[in-house]
């Protein structure tokens, strides 16, 4: 360990990789890149870059927030951290021909793992196939229950008493591919579908980081549809092989 000693304190080593410690210098790995789609508001890509500032999420980067609608509020808000952004409307377009344009520009940048963040536009099958097992999508339900639009409101009005979030693998069918992390909650008697929303969204923001955390530490199986821990330290390749029939 005497070189852990001269690698504890790097921080004169402006311009260099910053480690901590030997066995960081040791496991050492690029970031892995995230490509964040977005065609609204933004809220959970801005937890997610949160996390990543504020170093809950280690050994992740946002190579570029790319959304389809020109005036989403989350673009703006991306350009406002500097991040690498991309415009690529989708309105009008046909889905093999937009999701082409997507795809070159996430490869572009390197991605490889696709973070859907509240993107209003179903996948075509050539965009699932051209990153298997890594494209992320957040729900605001438990899946499998209520999947598609509305999905707070659709709670509330069947009358459950738990409800929450889910991020899971996309895979070609709707909100459907295997589930990497849940988080539930209760329904209050003081709820409306407004105020139920508004504390799912609380749970959202903690769940995506736990979720890409989990992706990125490459330390899982996917077996059949089950989303499974192994402790054991895979590549980042053998975590996309891994993850099989998972998917949106
Ligand atoms: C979230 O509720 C997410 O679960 C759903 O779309 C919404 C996006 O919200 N897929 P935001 O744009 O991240 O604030």
Redesign the pocket.
């Known amino acids: 360990m005497t070189n852990s000693a001269s690698l504890a304190n790097p921080a004169s080593c402006a311009g260099l990789v910053i480690v901590e410690s030997f066995a960081d210098f040791q496991n050492h790995r690029p970031p892995f890149r995230l490509g964040i789609l977005?065609s609204?508001?933004?809220?959970?890509?801005l937890a997610i870059a949160e996390s990543i500032r504020a170093g809950r999420l280690k050994g992740a980067e946002i190579a570029v927030v790319i959304s389809n609608v020109a005036e989403a509020a989350?673009l703006a808000k991306a350009r406002e951290l500097g991040l690498e952004t991309a415009v690529l409307v989708s309105k009008g377009r046909k889905r093999e021909e937009h999701d082409a344009d997507v795809i070159a520009c996430l490869r572009a940048h390197g991605v490889e793992l696709v973070c859907l963040?509240?993107y209003m536009r179903l996948l075509s099958k050539q965009f699932v196939a051209a990153f298997p097992n890594r494209i992320l999508?957040?729900?605001?339900s438990l899946l499998p229950a209520f999947p598609g639009l509305d999905a707070q409101e659709q709670a509330f009005n069947y009358g459950v008493k738990v409800t929450g979030?889910t991020v899971h693998f996309v895979d070609e069918e709707l909100d459907h591919g295997a589930i990497v992390v849940q988080r539930a909650i209760p329904v209050l008697e003081t709820d409306d579908a407004h105020s139920l929303a508004d504390r799912i969204?609380v749970e959202?923001h903690q769940a995506y980081t736990e979720a890409i955390a989990r992706v990125v530490s490459a330390e899982y199986e996917v077996r059949g549809r089950r989303y499974v821990k192994t402790g054991n330290e895979g590549t980042r390749e053998q975590g996309s092989k891994k993850a099989q029939g998972s998917g949106i």
């Open positions: 977005l609204g508001r933004g809220s959970n890509f989350g963040a509240g999508n957040i729900h605001p979030c969204l959202e």
